[in-house]
């Protein structure tokens, strides 16, 4: 096993090897490195927060992937804001896992999917 400084790592990696663990969501954090992990996570909301010019850390999702970050899209801004006559308009060059959310969103909807080949 490799054995580094942690000031040599970077600090998602050392989030990972020396914290590990899980974040407190709702709850009470019940032991010190799970309060450590949260209040790191919510600092580095802000921080992204700042970079981005968001007008609050509350406006920052962190998400696993695309595939996650286009289902979440779908099924919030396009449940709030899609309509019987609007078009999702998507071409043929997009991953399955773009593709889906959106036939699934227009027909709940009665929005139109259109895909451009």
């Given at each position: 096993?490799?054995?580094?400084?942690?000031?040599?790592?970077?600090?998602?990696?050392?989030?990972?090897?020396?914290?590990?663990?899980?974040?407190?969501?709702?709850?009470?954090?019940?032991?010190?490195?799970?309060?450590l992990a949260?209040?790191?996570?919510?600092?580095?909301?802000?921080?992204?927060?700042?970079?981005?010019?968001?007008?609050?850390?509350?406006?920052?999702?962190?998400?696993?992937?695309?595939?996650?970050?286009?289902?979440?899209?779908?099924?919030?801004?396009?449940k709030m804001k899609?309509?019987?006559?609007?078009?999702?308009?998507?071409?043929?060059?997009?991953?399955?896992?773009?593709?889906?959310?959106?036939?699934?969103?227009?027909?709940?909807?009665?929005?139109?999917?259109?895909?451009?080949?």
């Amino acid at each position: 096993m490799l054995r580094r400084h942690k000031s040599r790592l970077p600090s998602s990696k050392r989030f990972g090897i020396i914290i590990q663990q899980n974040i407190r969501m709702c709850t009470a954090a019940f032991h010190y490195l799970s309060e450590l992990a949260t209040q790191k996570y919510e600092a580095s909301r802000v921080k992204v927060q700042k970079y981005l010019n968001a007008g609050s850390e509350r406006e920052i999702i962190f998400v696993r992937g695309a595939t996650e970050a286009i289902n979440l899209v779908a099924a919030t801004y396009g449940k709030m804001k899609l309509k019987p006559s609007d078009e999702v308009l998507i071409t043929g060059l997009e991953h399955h896992s773009n593709i889906v959310p959106w036939q699934m969103i227009c027909e709940e909807k009665g929005a139109i999917f259109v895909l451009c080949r």
